[in-house]
């Protein structure tokens, strides 16, 4: 159990729709990264908070997809109008301050797009 | 920007035998060097990572890493290979605080 939780473990929704994925980090970790991973490819980084602040978002993350880390503690990501290709699992890991400390990862969400 | 190659999508190695899974890198400045795995339906595991100091790195499960600079490398090793091993093997650096993985690695081990 690496103490990074993701909620929901599934999730499956029409074309159109929009969909709220949480993640709660391990207390003590004030760095969240969200990515996203389809079959057969490794994670693709789509944003990272440090605390409550936005640090990056990747530019091929289109104005669909939002997230958001109120008071540094647990965060969500929105995915408006979802579109079949957002099908994918969506990944939330956390760590310390600096950039040289491992990832905990969740168990992610899968989402599917029908 | 930084980036990292895993030239091969599977590695076949009989059981018993050593292992390579490769890794090269290309960031601007000193680069921080990472190794996950992901068993079937779980969340990825660190195994180990490049700081700085020794090129040779020692991780979970046997496995260790040589970082060589000049050839911006950093592959996956292990002396003796199990059938327990066979996963999901990727590769990241980090240089800029985003932390950027590979397309990963499909190890098969033969019993």
């Known amino acids: 159990d690496t103490g990074v939780s993701q909620n929901p473990r599934h999730k499956i929704t029409k074309r159109g729709q929009n969909v709220t994925f949480r993640c709660d980090p391990i207390?003590?970790?004030?760095?969240l990264y969200w990515y996203r991973q389809t079959l057969g490819q490794g994670p693709e980084f789509l944003t990272y908070f440090q605390n409550e602040a936005q640090l990056e978002k990747s530019r091929l993350l289109s104005d669909r997809f939002s997230a958001e880390r109120p008071k540094g503690s647990f965060s969500t990501l929105e995915i408006q109008r979802t579109e079949q290709g957002d099908s994918a699992m969506y990944l939330c890991?956390?760590?310390?301050?600096?950039?040289?400390?491992?990832?905990?990862f969740g168990s992610g969400t899968q989402l599917s797009v029908l | 920007a930084q980036s990292v190659a895993q030239p091969e999508d599977q590695v076949n190695v009989a059981e018993g035998n050593p292992l390579t899974v490769k890794c090269t890198y290309s960031?601007?400045?000193?680069?921080?060097l990472f190794w996950y795995v992901q068993y079937p339906n779980r969340g990825l595991q660190f195994l180990l990572k490049?700081?700085?100091?020794?090129?040779l790195v020692k991780g979970s499960y046997g496995f260790e890493a040589e970082f060589n600079k000049s050839q911006t490398s950093f592959h996956l090793k292990k002396p003796s290979a199990l059938v327990s091993d066979s996963a999901l093997y990727f590769c990241?650096?980090?240089?800029?605080?985003?932390?950027?993985f590979g397309k990963g690695t499909r190890l098969h081990i033969l019993p």
């Open positions: 990241a650096v980090s240089a800029d605080d985003k932390i950027i």
């Open positions: 207390s003590e970790h004030n760095r």
């Open positions: 960031v601007s400045g000193n680069p921080y």
């Open positions: 890991a956390t760590t310390g301050p600096q950039t040289n400390e491992k990832l905990f």
């Open positions: 490049y700081i700085t100091g020794d090129n």
